[in-house]
């Protein structure tokens, strides 16, 4: 990829160059749009054309500022569809976009790179706003010295295996109860095992989509779970999903259904504010033990 071939041929004045864009959403799905007539291939994609998806002027800045835009396009059932769009499939998902030569696409230049933040649509099209990798960076970021752990649950810090079958099994939907209510096979595990779990969807139209479990219930040898977000794709009966164990932060629960207590990454002892205005007392706990229990 050559920036430089690039800026030599605009300053010649022939400016054979064109847009091009590229969508990663979070499930791996790479998609490929440009403004040109005709498609381009580059870095293993194909970019079609006659997309029409354009973008206002790019509004970026030195310094830390937050680098912003906004693309529109159309919807199209065989690209970017409405059905998509609803289910979330594209929230987050990773965006690129260059300033190509069209007759030589190794002469190119990536202008902008972030990820896609609100998408709106109406009349047969889609807006999308566009969040620059500076945005990370009004994140925050290091440790929260709190009681209850940092990790995420089988996360390189926590060192869970999810893949154990203690933890997670796949059971096909029995029942659907509102846009957040699913009801499969208990299949032996104790109420509330999956709650602050996930449940992931295998196959059907809302294959790929994950979501946080509020509840977790049991009764007749079924497993009734309730979910924080409604489900916005067709989930049928029938449908596969994957349902993997909760963890609710506590030392407690580390120690006793996860085994893992030595990958704790909270402060359960920590005092609290009431302890640094506590005055000394002669019939106070004196044994040297914990402050908390």
Not at 51 to 59: E, Q, T
Not at 69 to 80: C, R
Not at 161 to 167: A, C, I, P
Not at 213 to 234: C, F, N, P, V, Y
Request: hydrophobic share 40%.
């Amino acid at each position: 990829m050559s920036r430089d071939a690039l800026m030599a041929h605009l300053r010649d004045g022939a400016a054979h160059s064109c847009q091009a864009w590229s969508i990663v959403r979070k499930d791996g799905v790479v998609f490929g749009f440009t403004d040109h007539d005709v498609d381009l291939h580059f870095d293993g994609v194909r970019f079609q054309a006659d997309s029409g998806l354009s973008a206002r002027a790019l509004a970026t800045s030195t310094g830390l500022n937050v680098d912003n835009s906004e693309a529109a396009g159309l919807l199209q059932s065989d690209v970017i569809s409405d059905v998509d769009i609803a289910a979330g499939r594209f929230d987050g998902a990773e965006i690129t976009n260059w300033l190509v030569r069209w007759d030589d696409v190794s002469a190119r230049h990536i202008r902008f790179r972030g990820e896609i933040g609100e998408i709106t649509r109406e009349a047969g099209q889609f807006r999308v706003a566009l969040r620059g990798l500076a945005e990370r960076l009004n994140q925050p970021i290091g440790r929260a010295f709190l009681r209850s752990c940092a990790a995420v649950l089988g996360d390189k810090a926590c060192r869970v295996d999810l893949t154990d079958s203690r933890l997670m099994t796949e059971r096909s939907v029995l029942r659907l109860t509102g846009d957040t209510g699913v009801t499969i096979p208990a299949g032996g595990y104790a109420a509330q095992w999956f709650t602050h779990g996930t449940l992931t969807v295998l196959n059907g139209p809302a294959q790929g989509l994950t979501f946080t479990i509020k509840s977790h219930d049991t009764a007749g040898g079924e497993a009734q779970l309730m979910l924080w977000d409604a489900i916005r794709a067709e989930l049928r009966v029938g449908d596969r999903v994957r349902v993997t164990a909760g963890c609710d932060k506590r030392d407690a629960t580390c120690r006793l259904k996860f085994a893992n207590l030595i990958n704790f990454q909270g402060f359960p002892d920590m005092p609290g504010d009431d302890w640094l205005i506590a005055v000394p007392r002669a019939d106070g706990n004196t044994s040297g033990g914990s402050l908390i229990r």
